[in-house]
């Protein structure tokens, strides 16, 4: 009877030390930038294109060197494109106060004035430990024939160590992002 009470402690304390913690879910912060005018009234924002090394549950720390280092235990609290998607469309409905910024693959149809199209090809830190977002929007205006094309790249060094500060960093580069999208947008 002892031997197998000891076997049922030594496997519980097996069970116990093989389960994994939960994981620690982050999610990007809006971030308020400059109010601007003269943009076309209704923008519809197309799916954001994310790079495939980017499409995990997973944070990717870094694509450096030829490897991609992720963290384990620090997860999107929702697939990236779509919390990208989202962070854009509010950032963007401040910054363009006089327009209606809806997702084209929203509930809501509407016939927009412009359309964005992004592809956001990097974000993640480089070897230095500054976050790197690359990408490349294209916006198509109602009656004009060709798409107005631009490529970004910024680089923020993070404010804190660790995922806390990659996350507060990527905030402030898609911050950054939407202000040269509204840009975009008011300098037709």
């Known amino acids: 009877m002892i031997a197998v009470r000891r076997a049922a402690l030594l496997l519980a304390a097996v069970l116990t030390a093989c389960?994994?913690?939960?994981?620690?879910?982050?999610?990007?912060?809006?971030?308020?930038?400059?109010?601007?005018?003269?943009?076309?009234?209704v923008i519809a924002l197309q799916q954001v294109s994310i790079a495939r090394y980017l499409e995990?549950?997973?944070?990717?720390r870094s694509s450096e060197n030829y490897r991609l280092d992720v963290m384990s235990n620090d997860w999107w609290g929702e697939p990236l494109a779509a919390m990208l998607s989202r962070v854009l469309i509010e950032?963007?409905?401040?910054?363009?106060?006089?327009?209606?910024?809806?997702?084209?693959?929203?509930?809501?149809s509407v016939s927009p004035d412009a359309t964005i199209a992004?592809?956001?090809?990097?974000?993640?830190?480089?070897?230095?430990?500054?976050?790197?977002?690359?990408?490349?929007?294209?916006?198509?205006?109602?009656?004009?024939?060709?798409?107005?094309?631009?490529?970004?790249?910024?680089v923020v060094p993070p404010s804190a160590p660790a995922t806390q500060g990659e996350v507060s960093a990527i905030s402030t580069a898609v911050g950054q992002l939407a202000d040269g999208l509204a840009s975009m947008l008011a300098g037709r």
């Open 91 to 108: 950032e963007l409905g401040q910054r363009l106060p006089q327009s209606t910024v809806v997702s084209e693959s929203g509930a809501v």
């Open 118 to 154: 992004l592809n956001m090809q990097r974000l993640d830190e480089d070897a230095s430990g500054n976050l790197v977002l690359q990408a490349q929007a294209s916006v198509n205006f109602k009656g004009r024939p060709a798409p107005v094309l631009r490529n970004f790249r910024f």
């Open 19 to 41: 389960s994994s913690p939960s994981p620690v879910l982050y999610t990007i912060a809006p971030v308020q930038g400059q109010v601007q005018t003269a943009a076309p009234k």
């Open 56 to 60: 995990r549950s997973e944070i990717v």
